[in-house]
């Protein structure tokens, strides 16, 4: 499986991003997907995850009501709306595949794209 995300970019505090991950599987409907973050100097942390069916999001707190996650299967894409940016959003964000559960931990997440990077002035 390989994942390519892209979206990233320089947006003022504020402001909307959407990321795109596309991935390069027949299965891609099989997995659940997630997005993490790491901003310099910290540990990757986890953003949101979606199930393989879309019916079931999880968010962290400090980005809830804030981003959306989504899929579309037929693309055999995962999406991040990013809205209400903030300074602290600042960092480069992948996204992750899992064969199981669509959870908070990157332990569980089996493939690994490369990351893109979302800067937010303020």
């Known amino acids: 499986v390989q994942l390519q995300a892209s979206g990233g970019g320089l947006v003022q505090a504020g402001g909307s991003l959407r990321l795109s991950c596309a991935a390069s599987?027949?299965?891609?409907?099989?997995?659940?997907m997630g997005w993490f973050r790491q901003a310099p100097g910290k540990e990757r942390e986890f953003v949101a995850a979606?199930?393989?069916?879309?019916?079931?999001?999880y968010y962290a707190d400090s980005v809830k009501g804030r981003f959306t996650i989504s899929r579309d299967n037929a693309k055999n894409t995962v999406y991040l709306q990013m809205n209400r940016l903030k300074p602290e959003d600042t960092a480069v964000y992948s996204c992750a595949a899992s064969k199981f559960l669509a959870t908070p931990e990157k332990e569980n997440y089996d493939y690994w794209g490369q990351g893109t990077l979302v800067t937010v002035s303020s």
């Open positions: 979606i199930s393989w069916s879309g019916g079931s999001t």
């Open positions: 599987v027949r299965t891609f409907s099989s997995y659940a």
